[in-house]
Nanobody, 123 residues
Framework: QLVQSGGGLVQPGGSLRLSCAAS????????IGWFRQAPGKEREGVAC????????YNADSVKGRFTISRDNAQTTVHLQMNSLKPEDTGSYYC??????????????????WGMGTQVTVSG
């Protein structure tokens, strides 16, 4: 399973950190990261990390602002979000699949999704 924490309300330019604690599957076999969903917009893969070699994927919309990292000892992945913009607002879901990291890695059947957490950038 994937247990998410973090998120909330922040002003534009602010920062938030999301965490995703994984359990119940083989950590090294899965790419893990976040996708987001905003009202009226298509689902978007935000960032992903490959535990086997640490390689990452970041959507163009978040490059230079979001950083994904992993803690292998805690089987937890973190997403540090800086310089947040109103267009970053949405529900953020942690996902783990056996696909290679990329824009749609989270869509591979047979993976795991977290319950989602709201990120609101406003003010």
């Amino acid at each position: 399973q994937l247990v998410q924490s973090g998120g909330g309300l922040v002003q534009p330019g602010g920062s938030l950190r999301l965490s995703c604690a994984a359990s119940g599957f083989t950590w090294d076999d899965y790419a893990i990261g976040w996708f987001r969903q905003a009202p009226g917009k298509e689902r978007e893969g935000v960032a992903c990390i490959q535990p086997s070699d640490g390689s990452t994927y970041n959507a163009d919309s978040v490059k230079g602002r979001f950083t994904i990292s992993r803690d292998n000892a805690q089987t937890t992945v973190h997403l540090q979000m800086n310089s947040l913009k109103p267009e970053d607002t949405g529900s953020y879901y942690c996902a783990a699949t056996k696909a290679q990291c990329g824009s749609t890695w989270y869509m591979l059947p047979g993976g795991y999704w977290g319950m989602g957490t709201q990120v609101t950038v406003s003010g």
